[in-house]
């Protein structure tokens, strides 16, 4: 699924860009040139510099080590909420296609219930409930985002299960969980994954929206939304100052819908076709120079004569 | 196509979320004051943004910076100057008996409330009365020194008391000395905390709760002429980063400024007015909770916090260091006690050793602060990480009541970044602040050699020679006793538009005499 997607100019974009982000998270404390609670009120305020580039905050903390370390707290958070909803998502959207009507139907309706709760409010109340920290405010946002999984495995599952082939696996005499195993979850992986890159945008924007209303952290642990929050405080003194952190949660959220839509090219009908005309492409090209004769024009991308079986 | 429908699905997902993350901006500050209505009530209107009252009822007001708020529609009966000395207010002379046990006040004729009830000796005891004997009335602590109010004739108040005690004309001139109709406290007394009916500069026309409160000029405030406001609108106060672009576009013509902000204000072309106040800045520790229970504890944090950072930092340098619960140059500050637990790093970290807190068994404590506190708070905890001492901090969520709940009646805070705004009387201050039941005493403990200072000082007449010697000494000895330790104290820094004429320096609160606002 990666070498598809990597097919793709604007896949190759995202996973570019994706891999520095996390290697910022990763790396970041490491490649911080101070702790990123460092205080030196002598220097609070400053523009970027040799010794500070990306400037200093309101307590004269290095803005790159606290962005650096902000990294791996608001990705980790993203990561953490996304993987609470795919499992309380997928697996139930799975087991409720084997498990009989009664799992069915009280899933669906515990999905529709927490549908409509708001990400916002319902992770406040959680952090009310469960204490001030991001893993608590996190549950919240992946027990919300499940619902989202949960129906696209349940959609994609269901082309499947009804299908002959499956039929057949079932006549062979395997049972319902091997089946699934084998059959259906090649089919429902790729809708996961297209589902997961979208979800991790969604998921960092609501952990940036959070932190920076100071919910789920502590002070002074760095996050890229509550960088913004204290930044925005000093507006007059630095103007540009919420301008950073505002810029790396874009350039994330951006990636991670590009991935989203080029996994979804990359794994559909359209998108195979569009590989595969380019590869004919390239391969008529590479015929041409060798005979030393014009390029001859490439087909539509949807031209179904391309199409993979 | 299938190139130019991606390249704009990336475009149209970063648009999107570049509004939302435009959006994340702003949640950062309230809805803002919305610009007002004009001037429908008469020919000025003064737009004022600060915090409506927890209540506004005085006997249910449960903070002492209510008192900014209160004395818009509230007079008391007396009304301190410009320096915080008692001079009249509704009563226009006030006299002791011989052994101070008993003050006459002598109202001023023809006082009316706004709703047109007379406003006689008679009100004002069923006023006094009201806030020493209401099952909720958080007046009754200071009220405990009033044996009993009488009215003799329609202009005669006498006030009885318990003991000797010559500081009640200072404490009646706050919300203590408040006075409400009595025709209201009759017929919905229940209603007062949202429609309060009293007999000062403004008279109250619509409210709504955390938003807004409208009032226009009280032509029966005794000291009517002296307000030149036909309509004054209170609003919440905005974000503060937004206060001087609020004041700029007319949304707001006065409002609190954050001292960093003064700049940006006056290159805006705003006027800005600093004056002192009675508010210090304060560590409430309670020191019945594990941690901080150990007196050597105590004392090493006292040491362990830089004030004039704190100075520098937060007020950026406006403000100024204090070891007491009073400012420089207030008559209750002890000048013997400047540089009393001046920073000092080393034997902050020797009296924490010497507690068993060294480097293998270090001191972990919980820093309370409340959310606009919070630079205050991590620059403590860097503060108190020198000295060794471990520390968390806990952001106590915005409210009316958020911080009351958990410091104040919860007492679940070992180190609250605190502050209290003064009061009139200095003995109701370090009551407050010192004494056993105290509000912001946390730790509820106070020695019999403190409380018998404090006894000493209210019988002292405030024009007897020993009487600033005498308050000293019980400065002096709540600073060393008390757990809890003052810090810095912080001028009222405010801006204006230019259609607002500079504010008067009153050190005890806002007020509005004399201040002219252009249509």
Known sequence: MIRAVWQLRLGRICIVVLTLIALLGILGPMLAPYGPNDQDVAVMLQGPSAAHWLGTDDLGRDVLSRLLAGSTLSLVAALEAVGIGLVLGVLPGLLSMVFGRIFEWVSLRVMDALITLPFMVFAVAMTALLGNGLHQAMFAVGLLVAPAFYRITRAAAMTVIGSSFVEAARLTGLSELAVIRRHVWPKVAPAIAVTTASMLGTGLVVVSSLTFLGIGIVPPEPTWGGMMATDLNFLYQKPWGPLVPAALIIITVAALSGLADALRDATGQSGRSLISARRAKQARAKAARNAGGPVAPAGRPDDRSTVDA | MKRLARSRTLAVGAVLTLVSTIGLAGCSSDSGSG?????????????????????????????????????????????????????????????????????????????????????????????????????????????????????????????????????????????????????????????????????????????????????????????????????????????????????????????????????????????????????????????????????????????????????????????????????????????????????????????????????????????????YNQQQAELVQAQLQVVGVNSTIKIVPPGSSTWQQEVYLGRNAQFALDGTVGRESPVQNLTVVYGAQGLMNTSKVATPEFLAALDKVRQTPLDDPNYQTVLHEAVALGVEQNPSFSTFNTPRVTVRSEKVSELPPFISQYRWEGVTVQP
């Open chain 2, 35 to 371: 610009g007002g209505s004009g001037g429908e009530g008469g020919t000025s209107t003064l737009r004022w943004a600060f915090s409506l009252p927890t209540s506004w009822d005085p006997v249910t007001s449960s903070t002492g910076n209510d008192i900014n708020t209160l004395s818009l529609v509230y007079a008391s009966l007396t009304q301190l100057d410009e320096q915080g000395t008692a001079g009249p207010g509704l009563a226009e002379s006030w006299e002791y008996n011989a052994d101070g046990t008993e003050v006459t006040f002598t109202l001023r004729p023809n006082l009316k409330f706004s709703d047109g009830t007379a406003l006689d000796a008679e009100a004002v005891r069923t006023s006094l009365l009201r806030g020493k004997t209401q099952d909720n009335s958080l007046l009754k602590d200071q009220l405990s020194t009033i044996k009993d109010v009488q009215a003799p004739d329609a202009t005669t108040v006498v006030v009885q008391l318990q003991a000797p005690d010559y500081q009640v004309p200072l404490l009646l001139a706050g919300k203590t000395g408040a006075i409400v109709s009595p025709k209201a406290i009759e017929e919905n007394v229940s209603g007062l905390p949202t429609a309060p009916v009293g007999a000062g500069p403004f008279k109250f026309e619509s409210f709504i709760p955390e938003s807004q409160a409208i009032m226009v000029a009280n032509p029966e405030y005794w000291d009517a002429a002296d307000i030149s406001i036909d309509r004054l609108e209170l609003t919440v106060a905005p974000d503060p980063a937004t206060i001087v672009t609020a004041v700029q576009s007319g949304a707001i013509d006065v409002a609190t400024l954050q001292p960093r902000l003064i700049d940006q204000a006056k290159s805006a072309g705003l006027g800005v007015d600093i004056s002192p106040t009675l508010t210090v800045n304060q560590v409430d520790v309670n020191s019945t909770l594990p941690g901080v229970d150990d007196p050597t504890v105590v004392e090493a944090l006292k040491y362990a916090v830089d004030r004039q950072q704190l100075v520098d930092v937060i007020t950026a340098g406006q403000g100024k260091v204090t070891y007491q619960p009073f400012p420089p140059d207030y008559i209750a500050y002890d000048p013997e006690l400047d540089d009393r637990f001046a920073y000092d790093p080393e034997k902050a970290r020797a009296l924490l050793a010497e507690a068993g807190h060294g480097p293998d068994d270090p001191l972990d404590l919980t820093i309370t602060a409340a959310a």
